[in-house]
């Protein structure tokens, strides 16, 4: 089991700089881009193993793993997207479900205290993850990505203010279109840090891409 333990500032700390991809995302190998993205300084790692191209079956399942070891040897929280069954097999540090997947509060009762991210659009879908148990929300998309083929409309980072506005004080991580130019002023408009696919993925040089991304978002925060 994870001896990960999670309070606010531990989970406000993950958030900075949250990396995503699965097999499909990269155009190196997969397990090269993560321990390049590791190298970089990223605070945080979801495997989302999805849409074309993507591994199924035990070709997933043993990805997942070598990915959720080499995570661990290096402090690096691992988060499974969308897959609760494969999160709790591999015994993964959290979850991570959107509007679409398994009901959020379902899965709270299901993982105990593992991590739980909720993806949300707009106030009502965060005001209603909290109700469910989230430890965080993914606000998003926030610019245009061409990632995730189903994505909403780009809502701009006027949502951000709107849920700190709100009094929403949940950790709140952007998503969608985030690169080195805009993650600063994703946290200027409220969120404790960035979620990122293609910006590192498919970035020649990984973990440079995450020592930039790292240095937009502490200038966000000063
Ligand atoms: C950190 C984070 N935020 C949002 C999402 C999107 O989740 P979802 O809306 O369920 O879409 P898919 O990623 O499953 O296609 C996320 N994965 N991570
Ligand atoms: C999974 C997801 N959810 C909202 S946008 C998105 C894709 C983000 O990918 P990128 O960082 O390449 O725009
Ligand atoms: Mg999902």
């Not at 495997?47 to 959720?68: H, I, P």
């Amino acid at each position: 089991m994870s001896d990960l333990v999670w309070n606010e500032t531990a989970i406000r700390r993950a958030m900075q700089l949250y990396f995503i991809m699965g097999s499909n995302n990269c155009s190196k190998a997969p397990l090269h881009v993560l321990n390049e993205a590791i190298e970089g300084g990223i605070t945080m790692f979801q495997f989302r193993e999805k849409g074309s191209g993507a591994l199924k079956g035990d070709g997933k399942t043993k990805l997942a793993y070598q990915m959720r070891e080499m995570c661990r040897r290096h402090g690096v929280p691992f988060i499974v997207n969308d897959d609760v069954d494969l999160a709790l097999a591999i015994d993964a540090d959290g979850v991570h479900v959107g509007q679409k997947d398994e009901a959020a509060a379902a899965v709270r009762l299901r993982i105990g205290s593992r991590l739980l991210g909720v993806s949300a659009y707009n106030r009502e879908e965060a005001e209603a993850a909290i109700r469910c148990g989230a430890d965080y929300v993914g606000v998003g998309p926030l610019f245009a990505t061409k990632t995730k083929e189903d994505a909403k409309a780009a809502s701009g980072l006027h949502v951000l203010a709107e849920l700190r506005e709100a009094g929403i004080t949940i950790p709140i991580v952007g998503i969608g279109g985030i690169t080195a130019a805009n993650a600063g002023e994703v946290i200027r408009f409220g969120a404790d840090g960035v979620s990122v696919i293609t910006a590192i993925s498919l970035a020649e040089q990984p973990a440079a891409a995450v020592r930039e991304l790292r240095q937009a978002v502490l200038a966000g925060k000063s």
